[in-house]
């Protein structure tokens, strides 16, 4: 048998590395005990961007907030502003 | 076939049992690399578990735009398997095994001689060698997956598993030279 042969065999050996059939009871043996992988701190925001980004109503509900918020400040910004002005200080 | 995508939002929503799908789905793919990288078949069921626990507690960190699953798996893989090579003793290729000697079953026992000096070649390397070159070479990944495992450019993936390659092949001549 040819050296290049058997460097092909000793590739095909390392290939051929089959699991134990118990592995993933194992596996799922530890991850029923582990920590669940998910906090109900990230869950809830989650599924708050997924409840917006579902409909396009919400969506265009929380833009038009955004613009309203934005608008009010400004408006506010100029009204005190002038308040001072008034007031002379 | 559910995509892993899929299963991970399910995993991610409460339902631990999907995490199973994933399992079956890696579990070859992964014990063989650990079982390559650390050049030992005690243990290497052990450490496979130990990736798939820290994959599920940690899964809230894997961030799909980045990488695929597979390679993240890999990575934890990896990492876990340099550092359970870096607690064992070393291996040099000083350390080769003899040749054996003399006549009997020519063809098998030299099989099996140049098999074993292989092996300890591979776990000779240099652990970045070693990596590059059992991740491309055995698991079939490609160049731009054992980049992002190890981290590094893609030329730099080649390089290493051409410098393992050639200390293969030296391991080849030298026996080849022992045996004329």
Redesign the interface.
Known sequence: ?K??E??R???E???R????PD??A???R???Q??????EH??MW?RLIEWIDASVWLKAAAVGAAGVIGVGRIVFGIHLLLAFRLLGV | MAEDSAIIDR????D??A??LL??RY??P???MV??LTGSESGC?DL??EV??AA??H??SYDPSRSLFSTWLFTIARNKCVNAVKKKRPVTLGQLPERAGGAGPI?DA??RE??AQ??TALAALPAEQRTAF?LV??E?LSYEEVAQIEKTRIGTVKSRINRAKAK?AEV?AK??EDRS
Do not use: C
């Not at chain 1, 582990?34 to 906090?39: F, M, Q, R, W």
């Not at chain 2, 995993?11 to 409460?14: A, E, P, S």
């Open positions: 048998m050296h290049a058997i460097y065999d000793w590739i050996v390392h290939q590395v089959d699991a134990h592995l993933v194992n596996v799922m530890e991850i029923q582990a920590e669940p992988v998910a906090s990230v869950s989650v | 995993i991610l929503n409460g631990t049992e995490f199973r399992v079956e579990q070859g992964l014990v063989r079982r390559n069921e496979a578990q798939f626990l599920y507690t899964l809230t063809v030299t099989r140049l098999l292989l092996d059992v070479t055995f079939g293969l080849l026996f080849k």
